[in-house]
């Protein structure tokens, strides 16, 4: 316990030396929109915590997870995914109709009927067999439909990226969730940390190829995991609709893309 | 009897009206869409045969990647601000390590999602020289059974297709190594400093 108390009290400091990011002078107008845009002003200190997560998962959380993969079939794995997601239906409900989507909600509601008693608690989705498409949304993302902008990027310690948004929506998510209630109520939050601990160990081991190309290849993995990040979360908050044109290189003020390196002054915005 | 040839009127007028500018971009739409088919194909054909020895497949990749993408376009846009700021040198090189860059990462990566099968959903135009074609990757053995979206940007010039971006599953290829340039830039103070990594990074990955 001497020990613990000792390493966040270490780990505390650390934070707070890191500090906050240099803000370009205002008379740089390209790098005053680029620090805008990067929208990250305690970068130094989220580093520091994405180093302290990184280590934490190569030591704990990706040994299990990579274990979860060899241990159990995947047909198994697939049957968790399922109930897990399942469980987590009521919450994707009321999202749904704080976000006045009156027909994915009813959609989200017959789903969770129908697979948790037929599909034996979720354990199995064959309302998607039936053209119910599962969906998914959090608080996070009815807030953002409700106008509220996601914030400073934040790294928050174990749970990974986020941003102020975000954060208050998985807390919402947690406090509104029946089966918490349910386990708060009959006293067996044992079950409640069970359910989050088997999350935890399933989404990351469905995270394990991407994050193993991501290391990999990537120069700086910090930065990229920031802009995979913000651009998962506005496809999510769409729903997948987005067509944010805004992303691709530009191809009609181009002189030629034809192996040859032109001269001309090009304009590098998008 | 008078309605319905009013409707057929009104229906050939809809027609008329509409064809030339549909024609147009349905041209160009149909064209992007067996473009990335085509693209498709030879990627499974010469990538996804693991017995052949990977320095050949990398060699076949780099063929491909050259031919089927706007490197240079992607290249420089990636750099942003940046490119303009660069020496004609440093941009040379920042173009040629880019490559190697990409051929490194997407050799397996690209093999990967070719060899699962892609279904094309739908193709829609974004101005009369691009279309962004839509396709999913569906893995019926995966825990999540949900198709993974892949979009691919297709611009062209004149005769001249290239893939200009990767879509997956909202993420954009261009726009993540962007930002990730942008970063290392910022932290180094200079391309020269980005260069340094990405020879790094490059020759790292090449060992392997």
Not at chain 1, 77 to 84: D, F, K, V, W
Not at chain 2, 63 to 82: E, P
Request: charged share 25%; with cysteine; proline share 5%.
């Amino acid at each position: 316990m001497q020990f613990c108390s000792n390493f966040i009290a270490a780990f505390v400091v650390v934070l707070v030396l890191a500090g906050c990011a240099t803000k370009p002078p205002a008379s740089d107008k390209g790098a005053t929109q680029e620090y805008q845009e990067i929208n990250d002003p305690i970068e130094p200190t989220n580093r520091v915590i994405f180093e302290f997560n990184r280590a934490l998962d190569e030591v704990i959380l990706q040994p299990v997870a990579r274990a979860y993969r060899v241990v159990i079939p995947s047909w198994v794995r697939a049957r968790i995914t399922s109930a897990l997601d399942n469980l987590r239906a009521p919450v994707v409900f009321f999202n749904e109709l704080a976000q006045g989507e009156p027909k994915r909600a009813a959609s989200t509601l017959v789903r969770f009927g129908f697979n948790t008693t037929f599909g034996l608690a979720g354990l199995n989705d064959f309302a998607r067999e039936l053209g119910f498409e599962k969906t998914d949304e959090d608080f996070g993302q009815t807030l953002a439909i409700w106008g509220v902008g996601s914030g400073p990027y934040l790294m928050l310690p174990i749970f990974g990226p986020s941003n102020p948004r975000d954060a208050v929506g998985r807390v919402v998510d947690i406090v509104i969730d029946p089966f918490n209630m349910w386990t708060r109520n009959v006293d067996r939050e044992a079950l409640t940390y069970a359910r989050a601990g088997t999350e935890i160990v399933s989404t990351r081991e469905r995270l394990l190829d991407l994050t193993d190309d991501l290391e990999k290849s990537s120069l700086d993995l910090y930065a990229a995991v920031r802009s995979l990040y913000r651009q998962r979360r506005v496809n999510e908050i769409h729903n997948g609709h987005v067509d944010d044109l805004s992303t691709i290189p530009g191809v009609t003020n181009y002189p030629s893309w034809d192996n040859s390196i032109p001269n001309e002054e090009i304009s590098t915005k998008p | 009897m008078k309605r319905i040839r009013f409707s057929f009127c009104a229906l050939l007028a809809v027609l008329f009206f509409s064809m030339p500018l549909d024609a147009h971009a349905g041209e160009m739409d149909d064209k992007a869409t067996t473009f990335v088919q085509d693209l498709e194909k030879e990627a499974v054909s010469s990538l996804t045969d693991t017995s052949k020895p990977r320095q050949e497949r990398v060699d076949s990749f780099r063929t491909l990647f050259r031919d089927k993408f706007a490197v240079d376009v992607i290249g420089r846009w990636t750099l942003g601000r940046s490119w303009r700021k660069s020496s004609k040198e440093e941009q040379t090189e920042f173009l040629e390590l880019f490559e190697d860059l990409m051929v490194a990462t997407y050799v397996d990566r690209f093999a990967n999602y070719a060899g699962e099968g892609l279904k094309y959903t739908k193709t829609v135009p974004v101005d009369e020289n691009m279309s962004t074609v839509h396709t999913e990757i569906v893995r019926p053995d995966q825990a999540d059974a949900r198709p993974i979206s892949v979009l691919w940007r297709v611009g062209r010039q004149g005769e001249l297709y290239k893939v200009l971006d990767v879509v997956v599953q909202g993420a954009s290829m261009s726009l993540t190594l962007q930002k990730e340039f942008t970063a290392i830039v910022r932290n180094k103070g200079s391309v020269a400093g980005l260069l340094e990594e990405l020879r790094k990074k490059t020759a790292e990955l090449n060992q392997t």
